[in-house]
């Protein structure tokens, strides 16, 4: 019988972070309106990473399984890495073919409300700040 090889714990940590964290809390708020089952399966290492997810009512649960979904979404590791900590759209990733989807879309729409958003840069800050300071009255 063949040894199953596991990703270095490096590989893909943030993905590997955000999914034990969804599953951790158990419960979304986000997605109280939504119920059925996401994998997503994540590819460019030595072997396929899987992640499933079951969400009823916005309860989350996670395993590792490979299990038939009600979408699945392949994506290299380290793009998900990126969409999760926000330096990445999973939109604009789908839609320029880096990630590939399969199954119930509208699924996926109301999931990739809990990727995170893009961090705010040093510029944007201060560009805001100058903004208000100037519609600020004296």
Same mark, same amino acid.
């Given at each position: 019988?063949?040894?199953?090889k ?14 034990e ?12 309106? @939504?119920?059925?089952?996401?994998? =997503? ?11 499933? $997810?079951? /969400? +009823? ?30 330096? @990445?759209?999973?939109?604009?990733? =789908? ?11 509208? $699924?996926? /729409? +109301? ?9 705010e ?18």
């Amino acid at each position: 019988m063949a040894t199953r090889k596991r990703r270095p714990a490096a590989a893909n940590a943030p993905s590997r972070a955000f999914f034990e964290e969804l599953h951790a809390k158990g419960h979304q708020p986000m997605l109280e309106k @939504a119920s059925g089952t996401l994998r =997503f399966d994540l590819v460019g290492g030595p072997q396929v990473e899987h992640w499933y $997810l079951t /969400i +009823a009512h916005g309860n989350v649960v996670v395993s590792q399984r490979k299990s038939r979904a009600d979408v699945v979404v392949t994506v290299d590791g380290r793009l998900l890495d990126r969409i999760v900590t926000g330096t @990445a759209n999973a939109m604009a990733a =789908f839609l320029r073919g880096a990630m590939r989807v399969e199954g119930d879309f509208a $699924l996926l /729409i +109301a999931f990739q409300r809990l990727f995170g958003g893009p961090p705010e840069t040093c510029a944007t800050r201060t560009t805001d700040e100058a903004d208000h300071s100037e519609r600020t009255p004296r």
